[in-house]
């Protein structure tokens, strides 16, 4: 049954595409499809309650420029603001999944990143760490979870991680701040991955359904035409 709605969900996600695909231009549509191919899931990010717009809008370019199509962000204290200026239209071609239900949400969100096969590995110096260039990416997917500058991660995430992993430093500085942090680990990452027989790519209906996402962003009042769409189809 759940196999028979998934089908007839992707293949309403199929048809819709193609009909919006009509609204934009040749162009842009040779860019969905170059761009689409470079994306992952295999690596994905989590954003623990950043606070700081400028950074944390500094790490969705950093994502969408290396090809990382998922965010996660657990908002706790602090509700994650994006500085339009810093992101540069980038949010709206990643894929961003708040945690905000909760006092803590920590918890929650490592759960469901765990539920689907991610391994949870914590950005920070620890006893048990490895250094960046030795993660090991074959071991599964990676989700790697960045803290606040201030307090690095919270003592849930340091617990409920799988691993742990620092980047290299020698200089007088303690640390880097989580935008150049997430930079240097994406950059690396994505390079290695892109080098290895792992298969990082997107999966068919993974396509389609950030395909559609990207030409809502595209069109302007979208929402008209994917009525009209729908009405068409009862």
Sequence with gaps: MKDAINLMNNTYSKE???????????NKQTKFNEIIQHRTR???????DIYQPHNASAVLRSCDCFGIQDVH???NQNEY????????????WL?????????????????????KGYRIVATTPHKND???????????PVALVFGTEMRGLTENALDLADEFMKIPMYGFTESFNISVSAALSLFHLSEKLRNSQIDWKLSDEDK??????????????????ETAFLNNKK
């Design 73 to 75: 962000i657990i908002e």
């Design 81 to 92: 603001e994006v500085n339009p200026d810093v992101a540069l239209g980038s949010s709206k």
């Design 130 to 140: 490895v250094n960046l260039q030795e993660l090991n990416l074959e071991k599964g």
């Design 16 to 26: 819709l595409l193609t009909y919006l695909l009509d609204f934009i231009s040749t």
């Design 42 to 48: 295999y690596l994905t990010v989590v954003l623990e």
């Design 208 to 225: 389609i359904e950030i395909k559609l996402n990207w030409a809502r962003q595209a069109i302007k009042k979208c929402e008209l035409l």
């Design 95 to 115: 894929s961003l999944i708040k945690y905000n239900g909760k006092e803590n949400n920590t918890p929650a969100a490592i759960k469901t990143l765990k539920e």
